[in-house]
């Protein structure tokens, strides 16, 4: 694709790095058919070859319309069209260098401007989320207002019974997640004991901090790349050294492993953003090579995009499962996102509904127990939208392995 960008509209790194991305791109469409949005939709604007020319016509002019506006609030950042692009097109991180330019001119309406500043600060700060998913989750436990939810929190429970083994010498640094530690703390609880189970010490990080996936997608560079600069040195300061850094909420994970796209060579963290990336794992990939059993069950399996197209993990989490014995049951036909997309189920609400729907749909074809997923947003989004329960695969492998052991009888064939 040719160029011709404004050479004052973007500061020089982003226009050097907007005009690699948008030269290689060929318009061959062959990611248009799998992106959800314009699955939904039907409109080329809603497609990522019709975001990256509505991205270079703002580049070019130097001007923000309010089309560009539109059309670059509903992608999902959900980077299916990155798995489908032959040519490598780095569209997500495209899409945030255009994300940037909105917020810069300050074309949106001042109570949008406000509800977009109180959404990042809010969901960054874990104690106020802890104290507003405690009052929910009292509120949840009456049925007129729980159905009044936004979304479903899994109410909380002592990890009391647990026989822990003897841990082996292999340690991990475990983070929380700043929603998900509020939200859903049974997670990490059960994280601890499949890992502590499996033979791993697991070290908690002290004085966590977001990891910048909320400022930064939402357009605040600044803010977001403080917030990663703070986590790396926080991460760095943690140790032990070259223990792996285990995130169980797949959102933040891919935040992570992206941390040396951020810092390029010449910052002062472009090293150690590179050391930290390197030790990043899902969960999930700390059970590739051993097994947990687990009493049976029929369970869908919810893949965030955050796990797929993000990590490449696509099948870990539906094999760890197989493996523990667990029946995984086929989907539905389904769009690539659940609509959850970090704050775009409050921020487009009418769309995130439609592809919670047709999510749920997929994933309860075949009459599954429970639904399981890997990202504390897509947990709380489908949660909402079935009355099937939606628990992180953790804390359903979990308890699967605790019914086991109290009914040893179980034990399946595979
Ligand atoms: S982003 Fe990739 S798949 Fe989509 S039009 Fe451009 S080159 Fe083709
Ligand atoms: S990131 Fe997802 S929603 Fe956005 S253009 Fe790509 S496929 Fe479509």
């Avoid at 255009?98 to 959404?119: C, D, F, K, N, P």
């Avoid at 040195?233 to 796209?261: E, F």
């Avoid at 197989?322 to 995984?328: C, F, L, N, S, Y």
Wanted: charged fraction near 20%; hydrophobic fraction near 40%.
């Amino acid at each position: 694709m040719k160029t011709n960008l404004d050479p004052n509209f973007l500061a020089p790194a982003d226009l050097a790095r907007a005009d690699t991305i948008l030269r290689s791109c060929v318009h061959c469409g062959f990611c248009t058919d799998g992106c959800p949005t314009y699955q939904l939709l039907g409109d080329e604007n809603d497609s990522p070859r019709g975001r990256i020319y509505l991205i270079k016509d703002m580049f070019e002019t130097g001007q923000v319309n309010a089309a560009q506006v539109t059309h670059l609030d509903r992608c999902l950042s959900c980077r299916n069209c990155e798995t489908n692009c032959p040519s490598g097109v780095a569209y997500t991180d495209l899409l945030d260098i255009a994300r940037g330019a909105i917020e810069q001119q300050q074309t949106r309406r001042v109570t949008s401007r406000v509800g977009r500043w109180l959404l990042r600060r809010g969901l960054g700060l874990p104690r106020l989320l802890a104290a507003a998913f405690s009052l929910a989750r009292q509120m949840g436990r009456w049925p007129g207002l729980a159905k009044r939810l936004p979304v479903r929190l899994s109410q909380k429970r002592s990890s009391g019974s647990v026989v822990i083994t003897q841990p082996t010498p292999q340690k991990v640094l475990l983070l929380a997640g700043c929603v998900q530690q509020a939200a859903t703390p049974n997670v990490n609880l059960a994280v601890e004991q499949l890992l502590a189970v499996s033979g791993v010490e697991v070290v908690r990080v002290a004085k966590e901090s977001c990891c910048g996936a909320l400022n930064y997608h939402l357009g605040d560079h600044a803010a977001g790349l403080a917030d990663m600069r703070r986590l790396l040195h926080t991460l760095d300061a943690a140790g032990p050294d070259a223990a792996p850094i285990v995130s169980s909420a797949s959102g933040c994970g891919v935040t992570l492993k992206d941390y040396p796209s951020h810092f390029p060579v010449g910052d002062p963290d472009h090293e150690l953003a590179h050391r930290i990336a390197a030790r990043m794992v899902d969960v999930v990939e700390l059970f590739n090579d051993h097994t947990i059993k687990a009493a049976p069950m029929r369970v869908a399996v919810h893949t965030p995009c955050t796990l797929s197209s993000g990590q490449q993990l696509v099948t870990n989490v539906a094999d760890v499962l197989t493996r523990a014995g667990i029946d995984v049951v086929a989907l539905g036909p389904h769009l690539a996102c659940c609509g959850s997309a970090g704050t775009y189920s409050v921020l487009q609400p009418k769309l995130a509904r439609a592809l919670q729907a047709k999510m749920v749909t997929a994933l309860t074809t075949h009459s599954p127990e429970v639904i399981v997923t890997a990202n504390i947003g897509c947990q709380m989004h489908l949660g909402a939208g079935t009355d099937v329960p939606v628990l992180h695969w953790a804390e359903l492998l979990w308890q699967q392995h605790e019914a086991l052991l109290a009914a040893p009888d179980l034990v399946p064939d595979r």
